[in-house]
């Protein structure tokens, strides 16, 4: 029997970006370091699926979820660290989410600002009742575990007691050495963006520059995660989010893009689409927001665009030369291998939670 053991509480199966790179990729790397690993998401796959068709959960279907989280909660007691992303039981209060976690330490995982979903709700009530819910909860932490400095300064301005900065990460094994892209006069550039269903709204503030730069050249606009996805006045190719797909269908591409709006939601960002693109070799331009500040490095690994023009004239210049797309996406795959991958921050996770573990003992 295994000495140390985690209870990995993701919010969702592998089909959710988030709880697939924060927690469930984390699991063999945890498996083969000895531990004992239980894990349960909240929301399974099938459900997952349901609620991007139906762009909402059934309440049937939430019924059964915190009922099922609430008995593992309740089973799993004797583990020796509760490892949660974001929060074990969303929406709850917060007098019955600590009274579920008795009995063992637990540790917070978060990669988006979530608290803002309550303390800046347009009720006000929701504001009232739930605005420092999560706060609370990290003060009670044995750990937070923040992709970035945005997400490490809230968590210390809750009061939690430890707080680390663990970036989301690609693994190498699934992100081989981009192969040599030879120059073709027939080739139309492709620009690519990654995300979901619900994410996608951030690609429509490209429209402008995008329609504007398809009058000036051709090229491509390839969207992943969003099959439907149409954009007037640029070529879209559309396709379907698949894990075993991604890496090929991103690889095939020239220029990773990242446009968001400047709010406090997206500063808790953790740029994993600056971070794919870059494991395959391509530069990427991204609205200076949040922790793309600090993933992009302008003229080495890509460009920051703050405005319509400079979107443009970012893109521009990379079509104009496939030197600099291979000089830009070597730099960008070389940061990832140094700090953004599974093969750094693994030994990094499983040591803050054999800490937890061994303090709480």
């Given at each position: 029997m295994n000495s140390l053991s985690v209870l990995a509480l993701p919010r969702y199966s592998r089909l959710g970006a988030s709880s697939r790179l924060r927690i469930w990729q984390y699991l063999p790397y945890l498996r083969n370091?000895?531990?004992?690993?239980q894990s349960e998401p909240l929301i399974r796959e099938a459900e997952l699926k349901d609620r991007y068709a139906q762009g909402r959960y059934a309440w049937r279907t939430l019924a059964v979820a915190y009922f099922r989280r609430w008995y593992v909660l309740i089973v799993h007691r004797a583990c020796s660290v509760v490892w949660i992303e974001k929060e074990a039981l969303p929406w709850m209060p917060l007098w019955l989410e600590r009274l579920a976690l008795r009995g063992a330490p637990y540790v917070l995982d978060f990669d988006d600002a979530v608290f803002h979903q309550y303390d800046q709700h347009p009720n006000m009530l929701v504001r009232k009742i739930y605005g420092r819910r999560l706060d609370g909860l990290?003060?009670?932490?044995?750990?937070?575990?923040?992709?970035?400095?945005?997400?490490?300064?809230?968590?210390?301005?809750a009061g939690a007691t430890r707080v680390e900065i663990l970036p989301t990460v690609i693994d190498l094994a699934h992100y081989p050495q981009p192969a040599s892209r030879s120059s073709d006069a027939?080739?139309?550039?492709?620009i690519v963006w990654i995300g979901s269903p619900t994410t996608v709204v951030y690609l429509n503030l490209l429209a402008e520059p995008l329609r504007e730069l398809a009058l000036q050249m051709s090229f491509r606009?390839?969207?992943?995660?969003?099959?439907?996805?149409?954009?007037?006045?640029?070529h879209v190719e559309a396709l379907a989010w698949s894990e075993a797909t991604e890496v090929g269908d991103l690889s095939a591409c020239d220029v990773g893009i990242m446009p968001l709006p400047d709010t406090p939601w997206e500063q808790g960002k953790c740029g994993y689409k600056l971070i794919q693109y870059m494991a395959c070799g391509l530069p990427v331009v991204a609205s200076p927001v949040g922790v793309n500040l600090e993933i992009v490095k302008p003229g080495k690994n890509g460009y920051l665009a703050a405005s319509n023009e400079?979107?443009?004239?970012s893109l521009s210049e990379l079509f104009r030369s496939d030197t600099l797309k291979q000089r830009m996406g070597a730099s960008g795959r070389q940061d990832v291998e140094a700090r953004y991958c599974l093969q750094k921050t693994g030994p990094v996770l499983a040591s803050l939670l054999r800490s937890v573990a061994q303090e709480g003992t």
């Open positions: 370091a000895q531990w004992g690993v990290m003060a009670g932490a044995a750990l937070v575990i923040a992709g970035n400095s945005y997400l490490a300064a809230r968590a210390l301005q027939d080739h139309l550039p492709r606009l390839r969207v992943i995660g969003c099959p439907h996805f149409e954009m007037p006045g640029v400079a979107w443009i004239s």
